[in-house]
C-alpha cells in the first residue's frame, strides 16, 4: 500500500512540474552532485543506530572499495590484485547479495528454523488490512519519503539504491520514538523505504524526457526505445509531444496499481513460504542468488566476490557492525570522487561558495555532528564523556575491527606508490578509515563494563544494544563454537557448488545441490528433494538458458570431453 501510495505521488508530481522543472535541473551541475553525495554519506550517523564510529569505518571502507580498478583521471590500477576482473571496479550485485542476502541465509542455517519460528501464525487478511490502515494513519510520511524518493530519482547520478536507504535515515531522524522502535518491527521503516522505491521512477523519467541523461537502468532502456521511434529528448518532448510525455507519467500511475494489485492478490501464499523448513528453500534460494551475482559481469570473479563478501558481512552482522553504511559508502564513492574532480577542474574552489553546496554541506555537517551531541547531553557535559573510560577489555569482539585496520593499513600502503591524482581521495578517504576505526576499536576496548560506572553507564550500554538496520539474529541461543562451526559449514556446502559447478557447469549442478543438501543437511525424503530438484531445474533452463541465453563459463568437463558440451551450461 505505501509503495501504491508513493508511486501514485511519484506520478501526479511530475504531471504537475514536468513543464517546470527543466530550468531546475539544467542549475544541477557537479557541485551541487557533490554536495548531494556527500550529504548521503553523511546519513551513515543515522544508518548507524548507537555506533556511529563503526559506521563511519565501515562507509569509509565501502568507499576505498569504491575506488577499486582503474582511475578515472591517470588511468592507474588501484587495488587491482593483478586481476583482469577487478580493472573495471567491483560489481555493485555481488556486493550487495554478499553483504545483505548471504548472512541472513548463513543465520538460517545456522538456527536451523523457519524463518517464522513455531507456534506463530501467519494471518495474511488481517495482516493486509493492518497494513493498509498503518498507510492510512501514516500518511504523511508516505508523502514525505515520496517526495525525497522523486527528487532524489530526478538527479542523474544518485544510484537508485540509496534512496531507500536515505528515506529510512530521514523516517528515523523525524518519527517520534523511531530511535527505540526502528530495527525491531516498527512498520514505519518499512513504509518510508517503500514509498520512496516507487516514488523513484517518476522522478527519473524527468532528465531522461527533458535532457536525454537516463538515471537508472530502465530508463537508458527507455532512451533507447525513444531513439528508435525517432523521439528526440529535449525542448520537443516538453512542448511538441508533450502528450507522450504524460502517456508515461500515466503508464507509471497504471503500473503502480497493476503491481500492488498484484502483490495483494498473492501475498498471501508468498508469506507461507517463511513457514517453510529452512532445507526446503535454502537449496533453491542459494542457486538463484549464484546466478544473480554471475549475471553482474558474467565472470567467475562475481562468484568469488559473492563469496568474499558474505563472509564479510556475516562477520559484521555477527560483531554488530552495520552494514547499511557500507554499501552507502560503495554506491556513493565513485560518485564523490568523479564529482570532485569535476569541480576542482571546472570552478577551483569557488564551487564551495554555490548556495545549493552551502545548504547541503551544512546539512551534512548537522547530521555527523548528532550523534555525538547526544552522546554529550547523555553524559551531562564533554568532561564525563571524556573520562568515561576504564581499564581495557581485550574480547574476541576486537578481532573484527583489528582486521580491518590492518586491511586498511595495507591498503593505504599500496596506495603510496600511485601517482597524485589517483591517490588523493583514497589516501584520505584511507586516513579516515583509519582514524575512525582506531577510535571505535579504542572505545570498545577502554570503556566501562555495563555495571561499573554510574546510571549514565547504564544507560549507555542498554542503547549500545540497539543498532538499527541490523536485524536481529536468530543464533543468540547457541554456544559460540556451535555457531562457528555450522558457519563454516554453511560456506562449505557454498564452495563445493563453486567446484560443482566449475567441474560440471552450473545447470547440473543445481539439481546435484538441492538433493544433496535436502538429504544432508536435513534428511528431507528423497521424494521432495527430487521434486525440488525438477522444479529448479526447469525454472533455470527455461528462462535463463532458452529466454535469456546467459553464455555460461567453460567447465572442466567440457573441455575434457566436447561430446559433453551438449549438455546446457557444460
Known sequence: MSALIGGLFSAALMAVTLPILRPIILYIGSPELLSVAVFGISMVSVLSGSAPLRGLTAACFGMMLAMIGTDPQSGTLRWTLDTLYLWDGMPLVPF??????????????????????????VDTKTGMLLGVKDCMKHWFLILRCAWIGSAMGAIPGIGASVIDWISYGHALKTEAGAAQTFGKGDVRGVIAAESATN??????????????????????????????????????????????????????????ILGSGLCFLFSGQLAKLATLRYTLIMPCVLSLI?????????????????????????????????????????????????????????????????????????????S?????????????????????????????????????????????????????????????????AVLFGGLSLANDMFRRAPGEGGLADKAKAVISEKIHMDIASKTAHLAGDVILIRGFIFFGWMVAFLGSMALIGLIPT????????????????????LIMAAIMLTLIYVVFDQLLAIPWPPTIMGDWFPVLKMIPSV
Open 368 to 432: 555527523l555532528m548528532g550523534p555525538l551531541l547526544q552522546d554529550i547531553r547523555a553524559h551531562h557535559g564533554v568532561k564525563a564523556m571524556v573520562t568515561d573510560f576504564g581499564r581495557p577489555r581485550i574480547t574476541t569482539d576486537n578481532l573484527f575491527p583489528a582486521a580491518l585496520l590492518t586491511l586498511f593499513g595495507v591498503m593505504l600502503y599500496q596506495s603510496f606508490s600511485w601517482s597524485f591524482e589517483a591517490r588523493i581521495i583514497p589516501t584520505i578517504v584511507g586516513t579516515g
Open 510 to 529: 543445481v539439481p546435484v545441490f538441492i538433493i544433496s543438501y535436502m538429504r544432508l543437511e536435513g534428511g528431507e525424503r528423497y521424494k521432495h528433494a
Open 96 to 121: 550487495t547479495l554478499g553483504i545483505f542476502a548471504l548472512p541472513e541465509l548463513c543465520d538460517l542455517a545456522i538456527s536451523r528454523m523457519a524463518v517464522v519460528g513455531q507456534g506463530q501464525l
Open 199 to 256: 516514488s523513484r521512477e517518476g522522478g527519473a523519467l524527468v532528465p531522461t524526457v527533458a535532457f536525454g541523461v537516463p538515471s537508472s537502468a530502465g530508463m537508458a532502456i527507455l532512451l533507447g526505445a525513444f531513439l528508435i521511434h525517432g523521439l528526440v529528448p529535449g525542448p520537443d518532448m516538453l512542448t511538441k509531444h508533450l502528450d507522450i510525455t504524460y502517456s508515461m507519467v500515466w503508464s507509471i500511475a497504471i503500473a503502480n
Open 290 to 366: 549464484y546466478i544473480g551475482a554471475f549475471e553482474a559481469s558474467r565472470n567467475w570473479g562475481d562468484l568469488y566476490a559473492l563469496l568474499f563478501f558474505g563472509m564479510l558481512g556475516w562477520a559484521m552482522k555477527h560483531f554488530k557492525w552495520p552494514r547499511p553504511p557500507l554499501v552507502l559508502g560503495f554506491i556513493l564513492g565513485g560518485i564523490l570522487e568523479r564529482y570532485m574532480f569535476i569541480s576542482i577542474e571546472r570552478y577551483g574552489i569557488s564551487w564551495m561558495l554555490h548556495p545549493v553546496v552551502i545548504v547541503m554541506f551544512t546539512m551534512a555537517g548537522l
